[in-house]
């Protein structure tokens, strides 16, 4: 599904990703766990094709294509998503017409039928139920005055909502109370399947306790320095990160 | 083509009003008007540049225009086409814009004819108003030149001078137009040709709802444009205008596209009565436009809601007055200005209270957005308040498009354009809910297409 080759990745001219490898077959789901400023985030949004991130050396690709040759929207409709940590508001546009905005555009990319409001809502609506997205979050716009919670929902549901073949969950724990965490977990729990890959970017260990991993990687100054399974969790959380990447050093 | 002598004389408006075949009064009016006009100079308080115009070295008027009917699609400009074709507007529509010869299968003479029964029936008059200043002189006796007078300013009075036609409505007392009056539906609408005059009155206790334009591209030579609209708002009556206005804008580089000075007002001449302007505004290079309302009444309100978009080389300066003379008058502004390209979007407007008017209040916000790095957003709010227990509210903001929010759209799937689009779109909402609801959905399609190129 995924290869990355020997990552090179700078930000505004400086080093952030310096030689990562690392493989994800389909049905897998895979952590990257790291302190701040490991170059965690760096690596989604390149996944995801923002610009200023650029490749310097080494290669990714996605289902056997060269990742850097397809733009944000392409990778879009090839099945990469990614839930940001940091959702976006945009104001005057409603959740359910953002929803279908991008439903189309996907659908238009792929050479698929477009569908019509009352299809996109009742598709919404069966999806929405399960992460407690209400009607009323759906008539709003898009993330205004979303609390961290909704907004993190919001993500999921759009995860659920365009199946994709990829999914990177950059820092989906962040600021949500146990509750929520539970939630989101269930949600993207319930899209496990042996089509879909998932890489989720995590500094805590406990989200890992909610979506369990089948391989951990760990993250430290721009390089992978440690790899295991889901226990590796535990030893991090009880060493710290400065034992596993000291000793890897 | 038959057309008046090149340059503007006495001897041009005499031509013009003798080829109307109006009454002497209507000649001696423009007449007036012409005398007072070369005494007049060129304003030059926007902030919009231009070349200097050369008022004798243009036709004044030029018609019928006798333009050989295209005889299929295949004779048009594809790129007007394609643009047709985005905004979803339908075949036989099409064809009617873009001057093809039609057959019996286009049905717009039946749908003009059922229109014209039902405003009979109800006594509403709509016409062009060169038929009104033979049909009905009184009428526009009464009103013509009460609002915008013959002497308000320069573009205005040349437009009083040679006006070669425009729209006349007057709806009765008590009466309520039974549908959108658009001049769509007037047959010859499309040749009014550049100076039009637009006058309605509406009687007491009435309403009409009046959209102007159309929101197909309007690929016209003339470089000037010089229209005037009067509305007449008598007790208890409201008059709804609104425009999309989407002339031909000039190129990428800022050559050609219309020259747009209007001179729009409406007079809140009875008590209770209301009238609101809306315009989403996107077409020529330079728009020099204040919609305003005399809020002459007591309890009386005005309104304004605009979108302005300008990008490439558009100049757009924009606003409108609010004049409040009555007791208990209301305004309220929404502007939203949308710069892109080179760009420069102006927003000008006044809020006057005059000492009459006492417990007048005003709400004014102007929003405006940035696309780009290149362009202009600059707010001119004039606020004159001449009574102490006047409140007046004004707010303003000036954002860009964050590259979080395109890179958002872009992670979902929605491309570039689309995701300007539908920004844009969310920041113009509040505007774009005044409009009637067929307009509102090409008006937002519109948008997207004004700003096409701006991004990347």
Sequence with gaps: MLDIKNLHVAVGGKEILKGLTLSIAAGEVHAIMGPNGSGKSTLAYLLAGRTGYDITQGSVTYRGEDLNTLAPEERAAKGLFLAMQYPVEIPGVTTLTFLKTALNAQHRARGEKELDAMSVLKFVRKKAEALKVSEDMLKRALNVGFSG????????LQMALFEPKLAVLDETDSGLDIDALKLVAEGVNALRSPSRAMLVITHYQRLLNYIVPDRIHVLAQGKIVAEGGKELAHELEAKGYEHIAGKAA | MERAPKGLSEETVRYISAKKDEPDWMLQW????????????????ARVHYQKIDYQNAYYYAAPKNTPKKQSLDEVDPKLLETYNKLGIPLHEQMALAGVAVDAVFDSVSVATTFKAKLNEAGVIFCPISEAIRDYPELVKKYLGTVVPVTDNFFATLNSAVFSDGTFVYVPKGVRCPMELSTYFRINASETGQFERTLIVADEGSYVSYLEGCTAPKRDENQLHAAVVELVALEGA???????QNWYPGDENGLGGIYNFVTKRGDCRGDRSKISWTQVETGSAITWKYPSCILRGDDTVGEFFSIAIANNFQQADTGTKMIHLGKNTRSRIISKGISAGQANNTYRGLVSVHPKAANARNYTQCDSLLIGAKCGAHTVPYIEARNPSARIEHEATTSKIADDQLFYCLQRGIGQEEAVAL??????????????????????KLVGISLEGSVG
């Design chain 1, 149 to 156: 919670g909704e907004k993190k929902r919001l993500e999921i």
């Design chain 2, 30 to 45: 423009r007449l007036g008007a012409f005398a007072r006009w070369q005494q007049m100079r060129e304003p030059t308080w």
């Design chain 2, 423 to 444: 920004i844009v779109n969310g920041f113009c909402k509040e505007v774009l809910q005044q409009l009637p609801m067929e307009f509102a959905v090409e008006a937002q």
């Design chain 2, 238 to 244: 409201e008059i709804k205008y609104s425009t999309v």
